[in-house]
Structure formats: structure tokens, C-alpha cells
């Protein structure tokens, strides 16, 4: 297991969705695609608490990574868990809208975006709804707006061969796929969580190792 749920140990904020179990999934995910050959450079868009990137940089200490979030208190809180889990020295936060601003290149780029629908977040319990900040649940009407922003973001700043991790919501096994078909990547797989709903999209654009591999 990685550091995620130990993040909510660390430190979150009143900006910081509480890191849930399911992006154990992510982060497994990105472990097991680049076991033989860690990445140098990540991307985390939308880091919150940083659980992400800050699992992943502590997996692979030659690795750097950026974390973004529009949260100016999220951005705080990451680099203050950064700092705790010892990967402060290659962890940047930029505060910013996705990954606007954001030069470079990135081997891996991994992000949960707010993903629950306008219609199903008015029905939430009060309770339920409070819990965690709403620019962190809030995926606009159809729960596909981060991801329509955010695939354009990574066709930009992925490196040839690079992968991309996306969690999802339980019913948008097809609808994410088919966004990233859009901009001309390709969805891999969709991988379970522990409960067995559909919860990270797997997916690379243009040629992988593995292809090279194969055609030279
Ligand atoms: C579902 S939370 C995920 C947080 C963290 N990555 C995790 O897995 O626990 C989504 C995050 O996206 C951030 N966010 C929402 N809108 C954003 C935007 N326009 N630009 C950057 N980050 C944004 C939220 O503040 C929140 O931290």
C-alpha cells in the first residue's frame, strides 16, 4: 500500500478533499506500469492534499513531480505534507486552473478530478455534501467538465511515450474513455477498486516502449 490514506494523517484543510481508499487504485496503477523504468518527471493536476504526487515521489526517489490545484489552501497543505514525507526537495505546488502555466514535459501524468455530477450533488445529504469541499466534488452538469480541460492540458505536456492515469466515477467507464479517445490517445484499461466498480482509466498517447519494442 502507498502513502495516500497516511496523508490523512499528515494534514488536511478546509480546501482538501480527505483522500479516499479508491486512489490507492491510481497510485498502484502507475506503480505497476512503470516498475521497470520509473519516470523522472510527473504531473499531479488537481493534487489536494498532494497524496498523489507525494505517494509516487516517495516510491521513486529519482523522480520529480508538480502538483497544481486552483485551492490556495490545498496548495499549502500539499507542500506541507510534502515537507513531512521527505520529497519537499523535488515536490513543486503551483497554485493554478489545472495546469495552466505549467511548462515542460512529463512522463507521467496522473490526476482525481471533481468527477460528481450538478444532479447527484444537490441530492447529497447536507452532511455528506459539507464534508469535502465542493471545487473538489463539483464535475459540472454531466461530471465531465474537469476531464474535457484537463485531457487538453496533457495532450500539451505528456512526453512521447508518456502514460496517464485518470480516476473516475463509478458509472464513466465509457464516457471518460471516449473523451480520451478525442484527443487522440488511447484508453488502455479501466481497473477496479477494491470494491470492484470502475475507478482509473489507464491510458498512453502516441508510442510506447512496448511499441518500439515490437516495430524496431
Ligand atoms: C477530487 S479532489 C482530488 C484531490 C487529491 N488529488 C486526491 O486524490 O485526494 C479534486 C481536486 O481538484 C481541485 N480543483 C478543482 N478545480 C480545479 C481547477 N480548476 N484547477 C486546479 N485544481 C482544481 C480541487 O481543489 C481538489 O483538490
Partial sequence: MSLVLEITGNELSPDTLEPRADTETLVEAALQRF????????LDIGTGAGCILISLLHEWPQAQGVGTDLAAGAVETAR???ER????GRARFVQTNWAAGIDGVFDLIV???PYISREVIANLAPEVRNHDPILALDGGE???DAYKIILTEIKRTLAPGGWF???IGYDQSDSVPRLVENIGATPE???PDLGGNPRVVEC???ITKKTLGKDS
Avoid: K, Q, T, Y
Wanted: proline residues 10%; aromatic residues 4%.
Fill in 85 to 88: 514525507n521527505g520529497v519537499a
Fill in 204 to 206: 498512453h498517447m502516441g
Fill in 111 to 113: 490526476s482525481n478530478p
Fill in 142 to 144: 454531466d461530471g465531465l
Fill in 165 to 167: 492515469f485518470l480516476e
Fill in 80 to 82: 506541507r505534507n510534502a
Fill in 189 to 191: 484499461r479501466v481497473i
Fill in 35 to 42: 516498475r521497470d523504468h520509473p519516470p523522472r518527471r510527473i
